[in-house]
């Protein structure tokens, strides 16, 4: 064989590769490799017979057949599908009309995302998550929150009952606050103490436009010596700048809830009052109240091992869904939970 022969011998293998590793459906790689590459396979045997051509004309022959053992095993690690990291590798599975950018992207539910706001707010000023179940004793969410039995404060929060007993033999129900979370956090950890909870509450209402039977609640818990209503008055009045910028005013009205002596409502300026109009979100008032606050009652304190004597704390809780509802300005609170994408997908960030 003469190294002209030897050429078109090299074409017509190349050639013959060409269609073998073109056919659909495709054939096995690994019979094609045996095929060209393997010992004995084609290009073997013809790069074998370079041993009859003259040494001068040997060299840019050998060199030919080099390049076309490496382009045929670039293909077939191709069909493989490992080509290479050179070259553009197209799979199958890879469908070049997809649009590219922007990605679709998933966006948090406003009632996630305001809960996230609270929790970032009382983790800066040093205050742990705490956390509780959903289905309480008795004990937990009323009798140790100063709720003797019978007592008509009991009344207040409509509860769910459920079929359940406690180990005692008491009565198991949906928490109807955050505030049962207090005491869990009291036996958990003495004093001193800064954590809050955001979380599901239940209550037996009728839905409207500003109730649900199900929501959700912040509760917050600081104990420690020497804790002042003055210390209260600074936490909410910061924890609301932060939520709705500096120039929210904070003011607190006398009230009453078993588990705080003194409390207190704690209310916000409207953001919503343009002035001269009769607002209706705050109905002319110009407050809107937000939150249930106060000084831990010495007897919530004895039911979680601390000495009322030595420790003194305060707590405030409020509802997650009235803070969305007045940063997103949502009037309808059952719209929270329908799932209307327009709802869904206005936190963008
Ligand atoms: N748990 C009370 C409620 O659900 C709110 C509250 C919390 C009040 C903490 C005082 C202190 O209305």
């Not at 396979?41 to 001068?56: F, Q, S, T, V």
């Not at 008491?170 to 909870?197: C, G, N, W």
């Not at 110009?286 to 919530?300: C, I, K, S």
Request: aromatic share 10%.
């Amino acid at each position: 064989m003469n190294a002209t022969e030897w050429k078109e011998k090299l074409s017509a293998i190349r050639d013959s590769f060409s269609v073998s590793i073109a056919k659909k459906p495709a054939e096995n790689p690994e019979a094609l490799e045996q095929r060209f590459l393997g010992r004995k396979g084609e290009l073997a045997l013809l790069l074998r017979d370079l041993k009859d051509i003259p040494l001068e004309e040997r060299k840019p022959l050998g060199a030919l057949g080099n390049a076309a053992k490496q382009e045929m095993e670039a293909k077939l690690a191709e069909l493989k599908g490992s080509a290479p990291a050179a070259g553009p590798a197209v799979k199958a599975d890879l469908d070049l009309t997809m649009p590219g950018w922007p990605l679709p992207k998933g966006t948090l539910h406003p009632l996630t995302h305001t809960m996230n706001r609270l929790a970032e707010g009382f983790l800066k000023l040093g205050f742990t998550m705490a956390d509780g179940p959903l289905v309480e004793d008795d004990y937990h969410n009323f009798e140790a929150l100063n709720f003797p039995p019978f007592h008509p404060a009991r009344d207040m929060q409509d509860t769910f009952y459920v079929a359940a007993k406690d180990q005692g033999g008491k009565d198991m129900l949906m928490r109807t606050h955050t505030s049962p979370v207090q005491i869990r956090a009291l036996e958990k950890a003495q004093p001193p103490l800064r954590v809050f909870h955001t979380g599901r509450v239940f209550r037996s209402e009728a839905v409207d436009a500003s109730h649900s039977f199900a929501f959700h609640q912040i509760e917050g818990l600081y104990v420690d010596k020497n804790v002042s209503m003055a210390d209260l008055k600074w936490t909410a009045a910061t924890f609301m700048k932060d939520l709705f910028g500096s120039g929210v005013k904070t003011r607190f009205n006398p009230s009453y809830f078993p588990f705080v002596e003194p409390g207190a409502e704690v209310d916000m300026s409207c953001i919503f009052c343009k002035t001269g109009e009769r607002c209706p979100v705050c109905k002319g008032t110009g407050w809107l109240e937000v939150m249930g606050a106060g000084m831990v009652h010495p007897n919530v304190l004895k039911a979680g091992k601390c000495d009322p004597q030595k420790w003194s704390g305060f707590a405030f809780g409020g509802g997650i869904e009235r803070f969305a509802m007045l940063l997103f300005g949502i009037h309808d609170m059952r719209m929270l939970y329908e799932n209307d994408l327009r709802m869904l997908k206005q936190v963008n960030l």
